[in-house]
């Protein structure tokens, strides 16, 4: 079955700090991959996505992630964390239905809580 | 430039009544879809639609409909409300995924309770 994995439920980072937010894929042929992020009481925003090529994608407000194939993995990345990345992120993978209709399949969120 | 934009907000229901939520975009993007959100469970998709008049079933479709009559309005319906959708609703809409695979923009969501 196609699916995402976020193996951690919340990630805690001290404001200064890299911070990692990891998420696992499964899925047949290419993987087309998104992070979103979502404050409280909002909807999720759009961050970054992997289609194809390098394999560091880099998106809003300083984030990138790393894809790696052979790990089947795209980790979210920041080199400094600040407070305001506080929130709720989403990675998520295309799934194709029909000829090219697609549809995103999302893993279970994990909370990034930055402390001052 | 509104974007996505859900109508009500906020909704409280008894068991068995019925309602529609609304779903509004001005960004002229042909695909349009319906997701819940439960805790732990990330987003789950509904129902969705690749173009005015055709809709299609998502993963949880059970005890929802959908309509798409106008482009930029897609409607989500529980015809007889149960405990178990008691749930936060996102709708969004992206252009076709042949166009560059765009990324889907989300409204802020509809919070309803069953009670």
């Known amino acids: 079955a196609q699916s995402v994995a976020q193996p951690e439920d919340q990630v805690n980072v001290a404001e200064g700090n890299p911070l990692t937010v990891k998420c696992t894929y499964s899925v047949s042929g290419n993987p087309y991959l998104f992070w979103y992020v979502q404050y409280p009481n909002r909807g999720l925003q759009f961050l970054l996505k992997y289609i194809t090529g390098d394999n560091l994608v880099k998106g809003s407000y300083g984030f990138e992630a790393e894809f790696n194939k052979s790990q089947t993995s795209f980790h979210l990345k920041k080199p400094s964390a600040l407070v305001s990345d506080s929130a709720l992120y989403f990675c998520?993978?295309?799934?194709?239905?029909?000829?090219?209709?697609?549809?995103?399949?999302f893993g279970q969120g994990t909370t990034l809580q930055v402390k001052p | 430039n509104a974007g996505v934009t859900q109508t009500p907000k906020f909704r409280v229901l008894k068991t068995g009544q019925s309602m529609t939520l609304l779903c509004a975009q001005d960004?002229?993007?042909?695909?349009m879809y319906w997701y819940r959100q439960d805790p732990g469970m990330g987003l789950r998709l509904i129902h969705y639609s690749v173009g005015e008049g055709t809709t299609a079933k998502g993963e949880v479709p059970d005890g929802y409909n959908v309509s798409r009559l106008k482009k930029q309005n897609f409607l989500l319906g529980l015809e007889s409300a149960a405990p178990s959708q008691t749930s936060v609703y996102f709708c969004a809409s992206s252009y076709r995924f042949g166009t560059g695979h765009q990324p889907q923009h989300f409204g802020d969501g509809t919070r309803l309770s069953i009670l």
């Open positions: 998520a993978v295309r799934v194709l239905v029909s000829g090219n209709t697609g549809k995103l399949i």
């Open positions: 960004m002229n993007h042909e695909y």
